[in-house]
């Protein structure tokens, strides 16, 4: 079946830092790739996608691109907030209709 | 525009009683999902809905969990015999057809004491 294997947190960042989460998958065929936000207390949200090879996401400074031949969708922002501390979730869905989500990765933005 | 919406937000229950949570839709959105997250891990897919039709089921989903969309609209997650391995988030989401995109519901935490 497919899995996603995703860096592991915690991560602690000062304001203004670049921020790198890795995340590699398996799947057959040509899968969707997603990333997932949730933040304190809530429930997730998509933050972005990519459905075909080389497709970038993007969504609130946050960026991903589809790389088929590393089997990869590493997640990048620039400079992060504090707002932006959270929990992302690295998912693909393929050959069926269920999302598989990796462990989760915990990033904590200090002023 | 009204999101996923769950019911009750926090369960908590003694071990052996049976708990059912309920999930509204996006309205429109045909297919429906129900996971399990536990702490410290990712949400795990437990079953989905194309209308009231149950289409996939995980191995997760013992005997003691039943799920139903009557109606095509809302769903149900019912736990029969609780457990403490039972104790998680259940997450529920929503999908049309043609879409891309699954919208999860705030979720239910269930602790089973």
């Known amino acids: 079946g497919n899995s996603v294997t995703q860096m592991e947190g915690p ?3 000062s304001e203004e830092a670049f921020l790198t989460i890795n995340c590699t998958y398996t799947a057959t065929g040509y899968p969707s790739l997603f990333w ?3 933040y304190p207390g809530e429930g997730l949200q998509l933050l972005l996608k990519a459905t075909k090879a080389d497709d970038k996401g993007s969504n609130k400074g946050f960026e991903a691109t589809y790389r088929k031949e590393t089997t990869s969708f590493h ?3 620039g400079s992060v907030q504090v707002s932006d501390s959270a929990v992302y979730f690295c998912a693909v869905q393929g050959g069926s209709e269920k999302l598989v989500f990796g462990k ?3 990033l ?3 002023p | ?4 919406s769950q019911d009750p937000r926090h369960k908590i229950t003694k071990r052996g009683q049976n708990v059912t949570f309920r999930c509204d839709p996006i309205s429109e959105h045909n297919r429906l999902y129900w996971y399990r997250q ?3 891990q990712g949400p795990e897919f437990l079953t989905y809905f194309q209308n009231e039709a149950q289409l996939e089921k995980s191995r997760l989903l013992s005997d003691r969990f039943s799920a139903e969309r009557p109606k095509g609209s809302f769903s149900t997650l019912e736990i029969q015999r609780t457990e403490q391995g039972d104790s998680a988030m259940y997450l529920c989401a929503s999908k049309k057809t043609s879409g891309e995109t699954q919208y999860f519901g705030p979720g239910t935490r269930l602790l089973v004491l």
Request: cysteine-free; overall charge neutral.
């Open chain 1, 104 to 106: 989760g990765t915990k």
């Open chain 2, 1 to 4: 525009d009204t999101g996923v």
């Open chain 1, 36 to 38: 997932y936000v949730q």
């Open chain 1, 108 to 110: 904590t933005v200090n």
């Open chain 1, 11 to 13: 991560v602690t960042l």
């Open chain 1, 75 to 77: 997640l990048e922002k």
């Open chain 2, 38 to 40: 536990t702490l410290g």
